[in-house]
């Protein structure tokens, strides 16, 4: 972050009562820079304190939450057509946080086929989302989308997301 005033020489910052690092100013005194410490999501209030005194500016920062690409891993369908038998009873689909690497669980993910809802089903601890398998609707539109919509959980957003899956005949 960067501050400018006057006489800010011997300056230290607190962001919501913790201390900026790396403050650093320049040598008029008129411009400050410091690396902003962790914080909660939301409006923080500013305090620069000077050998002359300090002063706050309330809500002066304002964290935000990063945003995480994710990636949806439908499975294709395996089925035979003659006779007909489905050898998995369920579509599923895999959501996964692109910047953590780690499983996204207990989100609602979206199965069509063509113009058709399969369902809709929250992802488990694994980051799947499991719906019971539609073999004619499944058939007839050649496989299927997932799809998600995105989130705001309380440590980042997530980004939507979709993948298609065919079927696949063993």
Do not use: C, W
Not at 10 to 29: D, E, F, K, L, R
Not at 75 to 101: C, E, M, N, R, S
């Amino acid at each position: 972050m960067t501050i400018t005033g006057t006489n800010l020489t011997g300056a230290s910052v607190t962001i919501g009562g913790n201390p900026a690092t790396g403050v650093m100013v320049n040598a008029t005194g008129t411009q400050l820079t410091a690396i902003t410490p962790p914080g909660a999501a939301g409006p923080a209030d500013v305090t620069v304190t000077t050998p002359g005194g300090s002063a706050t500016l309330v809500g002066g920062f304002t964290y935000v939450l990063p945003v995480h690409a994710t990636s949806l891993t439908a499975t294709p369908a395996l089925t035979k057509l003659f006779p007909p038998h489905v050898y998995f009873p369920f579509l599923t689909a895999t959501l996964t946080d692109q910047v953590t690497g780690l499983p996204v669980p207990n989100q609602p993910i979206l199965f069509k086929a063509g113009s058709n809802v399969l369902g809709i089903a929250n992802t488990d601890a694994q980051g799947v989302a499991r719906v019971n398998e539609t073999l004619t609707l499944t058939l007839l539109n050649h496989g299927y989308e997932a799809s998600f919509a995105g989130a705001v959980t309380p440590t980042a957003v997530l980004s939507p997301s979709s993948d298609q899956a065919g079927v696949v005949e063993p």
